[in-house]
């Protein structure tokens, strides 16, 4: 999808991101799948333009090979109706064909191509391309030089190519031949990009011809080129032996910057690559060509770029696997698009800032999630009609993504990323299109759990939990905690949910436990080694949720009041009252390091003049529980 950063911090890029992204699916919802296309099936493009960066306009000839889904006697390419056609060949012989106002290039074949048939088609064409309202097509200039570049985002092909628009029709390979004057007015030379990897430059008096190759299925929207007076220069990523180029055109006056912002794309890179599978395009590269907007757009190969900051490239670039090899089916299934982005923009702050940066960029998901009480990850019919719905930035993007995460926790690293890797290379999947059901199946497969409850509370219904968490010591060596949860939405009974806590001890000990919790007041028993004085919810934010509470049980708190310390400072000993009911077992003396300093069965009175000046915890181990009191020693 199309993406515009200008970068601050994190969450205002993100909204950014966001914005852009629906701004630019607009055309998209007004758009309406060629049903007159659906009857043959694409195979191959060669694509050869004729373009002049200092003037808007496109010619060129498109070959097509398609096969026939059923007995032909007419094709029908999408165009726009001022895009003009001159000629139509087919095997040397010219075709009739007519151009309506459906932007439809209608061809009269000279006979039947029946049902299984491959043939081809060149259609010759010319015109000044009409902008769709976000780019398609569009000759501008930067720092004075002129500059033409496409974004067909994805419905805007047809304005300056004869194509076939149905995201659900991948050519299987281009090549692309891009003609332009050798030299800009400036004298400088022109450089052309596209899809693929570059075969060659050929320069034939005052004009070139640069060729590019692309052998992996590819959608209409997908295929673009730019043209101006770039430098160019590359990072080599080693692929494990197998290297490939990295190859960034960028303005002359933007040079020196650049070359400090993309080499952190090969750390990226790497990182993907390690995390899910090999880059998809490693046999062609992977390139950044800097266009006229603020934003970028993940084209197969290679992404056109307004800016390079780290966040940016980082979500252009996890589109390559998730949105170009394997592609939502539908808008319902946007998410494993864009939660999908969104979740590896969050991988590359974990990996190359920390831990605690991840969990400060998934608190900021989670506080945007949980600021509204419903809205489920998963759209309706009726939620498709809307494009603010399709790209809800706390639903698709960041419930998108934190759903993501919490099927890691709750599958182990190992069985995630496996999954993630299965789904990449699924046979009905791979440099094709998924929906949430396959990506669904193929998690079960590879962890053997039943996902069903989790889909159905996390992906298809709405909100959040919110969990009032219980806890008291009745002994040395356990916890006892009751988790009670509500939640923000009726869709949702009961989010069952591993929920993480953080045990603290009295000498700062740290205990994580993990509650697989199912049932509401459900109670939990943990082993422990130490005296307990806090329970920490959700530190590292590994779950969706808000509004959580930790309390000491009313019954410890009652039994803590009961027994009296005194004095407390003091300087030699100390003295205890309690009352009746509470039989003491044994008392420990720790200091602040956690370290045993005494043990006396009970008595009413302990003298302390041995110990040293400083803060003390005196656990007594109850027929009721454990106490924990604090004594400061002068």
Same mark, same amino acid.
């Given at each position: 999808m199309p993406l515009f950063f200008y970068g601050q911090d994190i969450s205002e890029s993100m909204d950014m991101i966001r914005e852009a992204e629906t701004k630019a699916a607009l055309n998209k919802m007004f758009h309406r799948v060629n049903m007159n296309t659906g009857n043959y099936d694409v195979k191959y493009h060669r694509l050869e333009f004729d373009v002049n960066p200092n003037q808007a306009f496109i010619s060129g000839d498109v070959t097509t090979y398609f096969e026939a889904k059923e007995n032909l006697s007419e094709v029908t390419f999408e165009l726009t109706q001022n895009m003009i056609v001159s000629q139509v060949l087919q095997r040397g012989n010219s075709l009739s064909y007519t151009q309506n106002t459906d932007d439809e290039l209608v061809i009269t074949l000279d006979q039947v191509q029946n049902i299984g048939v491959l043939d081809s088609l060149t259609i010759s064409y010319s015109g000044n391309p009409i902008s769709s309202g976000f780019g398609s097509f569009e000759q501008t200039t930067h720092s004075g030089d002129p500059i033409i570049w496409t974004l067909s985002e994805p419905y805007g092909a047809k304005g300056w190519w004869p194509c076939k628009q149905d995201l659900i029709d991948k050519a299987d390979s281009l090549d692309v031949y891009i003609t332009t004057p050798t030299l800009n007015p400036s004298n400088e030379e022109y450089i052309a990009v596209s899809n693929g990897l570059e075969q060659s430059q050929i320069v034939n008096g005052s004009f070139k011809t640069t060729r590019f190759k692309h052998v992996y299925p590819i959608p209409a929207y997908?295929?673009?080129?730019?043209?101006?007076?770039?430098?160019?220069?590359?990072?080599?990523?080693?692929?494990?032996?197998?290297?490939?180029?990295?190859?960034?055109?960028?303005?002359?006056?933007?040079l020196t910057s650049a070359q400090a912002s993309t080499p952190v794309t090969v750390d990226i890179m790497n990182l993907y690559s390690n995390l899910f599978e090999e880059y998809p395009y490693a046999n062609e590269k992977y390139g950044h060509a800097q266009f006229g907007w603020g934003g970028g757009m993940e084209h197969t190969t290679v992404s056109f770029m307004g800016s390079f900051g780290r966040n940016l490239i980082?979500?252009?670039?996890?589109?390559?696997?998730?949105?170009?090899?394997?592609?939502?089916?539908?808008?319902?299934?946007?998410?494993?698009?864009?939660?999908?982005?969104?979740?590896?923009?969050?991988?590359?702050?974990?990996?190359?800032?920390?831990?605690?940066?991840?969990?400060?960029?998934?608190?900021?998901?989670?506080?945007?999630?949980?600021?509204?009480?419903?809205?489920?990850?998963?759209?309706?019919?009726?939620?498709?009609?809307?494009?603010?719905?399709?790209?809800?930035?706390?639903?698709?993007?960041?419930?998108?993504?934190?759903?993501?995460? /919490?099927?890691?926790?709750?599958?182990?690293?190992?069985?995630?990323?496996?999954? /993630?890797?299965?789904?990449?290379?699924?046979?009905?999947?791979?440099?094709?299109?998924?929906?949430?059901?396959?990506?669904?199946?193929?998690?079960?497969?590879?962890?053997?759990?039943?996902?069903?409850?989790?889909?159905?509370?996390?992906?298809?219904?709405?909100g959040y939990p919110s969990y009032a968490v219980e806890w008291s010591q009745p002994n040395s060596s356990q916890v006892r905690i009751t988790l009670a949860q509500t939640q923000s939405h009726a869709s949702v009974s009961y989010f069952e949910a591993p929920v993480p806590l953080r045990l603290i001890g009295t000498s700062g000990e740290i205990l994580d436990v993990v509650l697989d919790n199912t049932t509401n007041n459900e109670t939990f028993f943990r082993n422990v080694t130490f005296p307990v004085s806090n329970i920490l919810f959700d530190p590292e934010v590994d779950l969706i949720s808000k509004n959580n509470s930790v309390t000491l049980s009313i019954d410890s708190v009652e039994l803590?009041?009961?027994?009296?310390?005194?004095?407390?400072?003091?300087?030699?000993?100390?003295?205890?009252?309690?009352?009746?009911?509470?039989?003491?077992?044994?008392?420990?003396?720790?200091?602040?390091?956690?370290?045993?300093?005494?043990i006396t069965n009970w008595k009413p009175n302990i003298d302390l003049s041995t110990l040293s000046s400083g803060l003390f915890i005196v656990q007594f181990q109850t027929n009721q529980g454990v106490i924990n009191k604090m004594v400061l020693k002068n």
């Open positions: 997908l295929v673009a080129i730019a043209v101006t007076n770039y430098e160019v220069y590359s990072h080599t990523v080693e692929n494990n032996g197998n290297p490939f180029e990295i190859v960034n055109y960028v303005y002359p006056e933007n980082a979500h252009e670039l996890a589109h390559q696997w998730f949105g170009n090899k394997v592609t939502c089916g539908s808008w319902k299934d946007i998410w494993l698009n864009e939660g999908f982005a969104t979740y590896l923009s969050g991988l590359v702050i974990e990996n190359l800032d920390g831990n605690s940066s991840f969990i400060n960029w998934k608190q900021s998901l989670n506080n945007s999630i949980t600021s509204q009480p419903g809205g489920a990850v998963y759209l309706s019919d009726t939620d498709t009609l809307s494009v603010g719905r399709i790209f809800s930035g706390r639903l698709s993007y960041n419930k998108g993504a934190m759903v993501t995460h /919490m099927l890691r926790k709750k599958l182990s690293d190992v069985s995630f990323f496996q999954g /993630m890797q299965d789904y990449l290379d699924h046979v009905n999947l791979s440099y094709g299109y998924a929906k949430t059901e396959d990506y669904k199946q193929v998690m079960e497969t590879v962890s053997g759990q039943n996902l069903t409850e989790f889909f159905n509370d996390w992906i298809y219904n709405q803590e009041k009961q027994l009296l310390l005194y004095p407390n400072p003091t300087t030699h000993s100390i003295t205890i009252q309690k009352p009746k009911s509470i039989e003491v077992e044994e008392i420990k003396i720790y200091n602040s390091l956690g370290q045993i300093l005494l």
